[in-house]
């Protein structure tokens, strides 16, 4: 079992001074892998479920729990090695203690890199999204996500809505299994392809597992 986050930050990983402000988790995902079956279930949690987490003060100190949305977690830390420790504790407990295995968390604009890199993905939009101006998007519409539209794509939620998260959500699991799909045809092409994808995002990558096991 894998713990996958996308953080609500940009550019390359590196360690926040304030221990308060390692970023939000905007995604969050539990990849449990069953090597008999060579099957990967994918559960999608919700950043804003309500459960307890551990608080820290400025100095890394620890106060105590409190219940809170479980993308908060991942704030109390540096942004790298130490949130994501405590984020796998968190969603463990929410699990009811299921042991989790290694983390994956990545800044979440590495997507346009990925994306790109399998030649772009197509979804089909679960609804009508006006993201700007200039890029609306409507319900049912197919499109092919490339550059900077497919961040928008599972990065954007209209804050001024109620539950905008779970839209966000549904839009999340369907780019990944699209990208799923994509990459492995992709992969067809070029068998390098899984390790050329880790080199890519290692710089706004922090994880524990390796470049063998990824691949």
């Not at 995902?29 to 400025?58: C, H, Q, W």
């Amino acid at each position: 079992t894998f713990l996958c986050m996308g953080i609500d930050k940009k550019g390359e990983m590196e360690a926040s001074e304030d221990l308060l402000k390692g970023g939000q988790a905007d995604a969050v995902f539990l990849a449990v892998l069953d090597p008999d079956e060579k099957k990967i279930s994918v559960i999608g949690i919700n950043r804003d479920t309500m459960t307890d987490i551990s608080v820290y003060d400025e100095n890394g100190l620890y106060i105590g729990t409190q219940t809170a949305q479980i993308a908060l977690q991942h704030g109390y830390g540096d942004g790298m090695e130490i949130s994501c420790e405590r984020m796998m504790e968190a969603v463990s407990h929410l699990f009811y203690g299921i042991p989790i295995h290694g983390y994956c968390s990545l800044n979440m604009e590495v997507i346009t890199l990925i994306n790109d890199a399998v030649g772009g993905v197509t979804v089909t939009v679960p609804e009508d999204l006006e993201v700007r101006g200039t890029l609306k998007w409507e319900k049912g519409q197919q499109v092919h996500l490339t550059g900077e539209d497919a961040y928008t794509f599972v990065q954007y939620r209209d804050t001024r809505l109620a539950q905008s998260a779970e839209g966000r959500l549904a839009r999340q699991k369907q780019y990944l299994q699209a990208f799923i799909t994509q990459a492995r045809a992709a992969m067809r092409e070029d068998m390098t392809l899984p390790l050329t994808l880790y080199e890519m995002v290692s710089p706004y990558m922090v994880t524990d597992i390796s470049a063998e096991e990824a691949v």
